[in-house]
């Protein structure tokens, strides 16, 4: 991705809070970047929702061979801006 378009920590909050498997007492806002989605009581199929969400809003595919050393939202953020998106 450009600079101008990097893909955003709030940005990847909201679309974590429109995915399956989180427990509504689980705080977003706080400091959740080095957290494990683990952690943050999201499981694999929250986790693969997420990352389809990723590839229908902004063209970046995450392979499922990635998506086990994607294992915090810092993880993902930095993914997604280091891939272009498909044309």
């Known amino acids: 991705m450009t600079q101008s378009t990097l893909f955003t920590l709030d ?11 989180v427990d509504e007492s689980v705080d977003l806002d706080g400091d959740v970047a080095d957290a494990t989605f ?3 009581g999201y499981d ?9 969400q990723i590839r229908q809003e902004l063209g970046v595919a995450v392979p499922d061979g990635a998506i086990e050393e994607l294992t915090t939202p810092r993880h993902i953020v930095t993914y997604v801006n280091d891939r272009p998106a498909a044309g």
């Open 11 to 21: 940005q990847l909050r909201s679309i974590m809070r429109r995915c399956a498997g």
């Open 38 to 40: 683990a952690e943050l």
């Open 44 to 52: 694999s199929l929250a986790v693969l929702e997420i990352t389809a």
